[in-house]
């Protein structure tokens, strides 16, 4: 995001009282781990009311129905595969449903929206504008439409781009405005670990303000993640070897220019290819910078707020989980 994200961020604070004023208790300026967010400007608040307003959902309608625990490919590909669907039910106006027991219910909840209250499945469907049927038997009498969730992973929304955005940004911003703390269940029944998990054990007290940069290090299983970058570069022309081997002069060729390299470098990764840190730590520039989530606050919701609030942020564009941080 570099040193003009922040910049820009910060002036954004000044605007806030201006926005209520404008759009009354509705607005909300979002804030992460005390870390304004630079998810949903307040320039375009208004516009995005729109998807917040849900239509009764019925059994006149068809329902776009997720169901099953199995699903395509790991965290990133399944944040995707859940945005595609609520962005598919909108474009063919359709109504979406999820099965209670499933795979997005799952992703969600491991993260966002934990159980804390009778009013949890109100709250979630009101969030959303979707339907949780929590018994196979609530399903008769629906129209139901199944999709696996590879498909749903290749879903091309036709909308203009700028449409598209909007929708999209609307649902990360419900999900970010709900991000799970440590309190309450998730699917299995298990108490939620806390999204800001990372930036509490790295920076504590300092988390609101600290400028700090993430790298994260995704191999993609050795040799298909070459090719899977490998074939990104051929079509967008970004090298086709750099970000899978994160070599210091890489690093510092994107950080010294966002004047980023006198703040913490946290280093998140797959675990599958320990040369890539060995060589940062080496280097006696990156390597004094370089910081490591404990191992007791260390997992997938805690990576990712960390790398979504960073001030910089430097990831492997064959990855899905960049791609969603991005």
Known sequence: HGVDGVEAVTESVEKIEEMLELNGEDYQPLSICDRLADVGSTEDFASLQKYAQCAEITKEKPVLLLTGMRSHGRTGNNLIEFLHALQEARDQDMQLGIMYKSWAMKLVLQMWMAIESDDWQAEFEQAFCVKIFMHEQELEGWEVIHQDTKELFYYMSKLPLEDYVASQEYNIRTLFHNYNTGEGKDLSGSQVEDMCSGINALFGEERGSVMYSVIHSRSLEGEPGFRMLGTLARRSGCDPV?????????????????????????????????????????????????????????????????????????????????????
Do not use: H
């Not at 370089?290 to 790398?307: M, N, Q, S, Y």
């Not at 001030?311 to 969603?324: D, E």
């Open 242 to 326: 750099a970000a899978l081997e994160m070599k210091p002069d890489y690093v510092k060729a994107i950080l010294e220019p966002l004047d980023m390299m006198r703040y913490p470098i946290v280093f998140i990764t797959d675990g599958q290819n320990s040369a890539v840190l060995d060589r940062l730590l080496a280097d006696p520039d990156i390597g004094p910078m370089i910081r490591i989530v404990p191992k007791e606050a260390c997992w997938v919701g805690g990576d990712l707020t960390l790398a979504i609030m960073s001030n910089a942020f430097i990831g492997n564009p064959a990855s899905t989980f960049t791609g969603f941080i991005a």
